[in-house]
């Protein structure tokens, strides 16, 4: 087995609101993915605080990091708030999120 690509991300609006090994995502032998948080400033899924690990599916919203995320509990919930590191998660082929994301920027 080799080793998983690794992503570096920062916050353009904190930069110490993301840690080092702020979180991973595992790929999961039925094809599914798993998100674990390591971090202080949590990792949030749906704009709930992410406790341990949790399954992804299609359509989550993923945000890293939250400027009061120290005070936050993992399982708490959390009002939507504006994140540049947020995320909306696809699971599909690479040639249906390619045509997904033509359409998106075509004008309508």
Known sequence: STNPP????ESCINK???SRNHATIERLVNGGFMLY???????????????GG??????????FGHL??????????????FSDLKY???IGSP???AAAAAAAT???
């Open 16 to 18: 110490r609101m993301i």
């Open 95 to 97: 040639k249906d999120a």
């Open 68 to 81: 009061n995320g120290a005070n936050l509990k993992p399982g708490e919930d959390v009002t939507p708030f």
């Open 106 to 108: 075509e004008p309508s």
């Open 6 to 9: 690794h992503y570096l991300i």
């Open 37 to 51: 948080d390591h971090s202080m400033n949590g990792t949030y899924v749906n704009y709930m605080r992410v406790s």
């Open 88 to 90: 909306q998660v696809y």
């Open 54 to 63: 949790v399954t992804l599916k299609h359509g989550d919203i993923v945000c």
